[in-house]
């Protein structure tokens, strides 16, 4: 009966770890719903015809592919593999790395084309900033979930924490799937 | 992450980041060649969210928890 009772309470509290990890991606949500909304209000349907938009989707391939590696660590990982969910937390890292700069790429054209105090680029430098931000809080993530996997905080039976950083990794991604059509795809 | 065998969560990871790579290649294709495009670059959107939300951001463990589905503890 307590062996039971205590085996429904562990498996209790990681529901309640993941219902608590939605919330908070469900709220950080509502902030680039906001941006959404507002970039078609501001801006309507229209683009500036200066996008890179090799850039842009050289950058998204690189973030989808980014969510593959995420998940590919967290599979590992309940696999018990750590050498694997070591090696593909790195190659998260770096993808999201590559992703960062090629922001920063995108973003020193921007400047010449369509700066940030008026117009198209208002609404593209806070978009893409709030997301870029987003990004580099979720390779900070990754480089705890990197350490704390070399000193084997995780296994099989354990690996919470890998989860959810790998679940607010795959959040940021989505986030850009809608940003990139809304400020790269539409005319 | 417990529903499907090792080599079964590789191959779904690799056959939905071809499912993303197939919808983005669509969109792009469809933003150059279509007007108006918004609804058609909503669906793929949708589209691509619903397979990261379903297949790596496991969204249907919100509704089945238990042992069939969480197979390892909560994190410390």
Redesign the interface.
């Known amino acids: 009966m307590t062996t039971t009772k205590v085996t429904e309470l ?10 608590g990890m ?1 919330l908070f991606i469900i709220s950080e949500a509502t902030i680039f719903a906001a941006l959404l909304w507002a970039r078609f209000w501001l801006e309507g ?1 229209g683009r500036v015809a200066e996008l890179n ?1 090799t850039i842009g ?1 050289v950058i ?2 690189i973030l ?2 980014s ?2 590696t ?3 660590a ?2 590992s990982i ?2 018990n593999n750590h050498a694997g969910m070591l090696r593909y937390t790195l190659a998260t890292l770096v993808l999201g790395v590559i992703f960062l700069a090629g922001v920063g790429i995108e973003w020193s054209e921007a400047f010449e084309f369509f700066p940030p105090e008026r117009g198209f680029g208002r609404i593209f430098f806070v978009m893409t900033g709030m997301h870029a931000f987003h990004v580099f809080t979720g390779l900070i993530l990754l480089a705890f979930l990197y350490l704390a996997g070399r000193r084997g905080a995780y296994s ?6 890998a ?2 950083v ?2 607010y990794w ?2 940021v ?2 986030v850009w ?2 940003f990139y ?2 400020l ?4 | ?2 529903e499907h065998n ?1 080599s079964d ?2 191959r779904i ?2 056959i ?2 071809l499912l ?2 197939v919808l ?1 290649g669509l ?2 294709w ?2 150059f060649s279509v ?4 609804p058609y ?1 909503v669906l ?2 949708i589209a ?2 619903g397979l ?2 379903y ?3 496991h ?1 249907n ?2 509704w089945k ?3 069939e589905t ?7």
């Open positions: 562990r498996y209790t509290r990681l529901s309640i770890n993941r219902l939605w349907q938009q989707l998204t391939a989808l592919i969510s593959l995420a998940y590919l967290e599979a309940a696999e099989a039976d354990n690996y919470w924490g989860e959810a790998v679940k795959h959040f991604d989505v799937i809608f059509p809304a790269y795809l539409l005319s | 992450m417990s090792p969560r590789k990871g690799w939905v980041i993303l790579a983005t969109e792009f469809l933003s007007r108006p495009v918004l670059l793929t959107a691509k969210a990261i939300l297949y790596f951001m969204v463990q919100l928890p238990g042992k969480d197979d390892h503890n909560e994190g410390n």
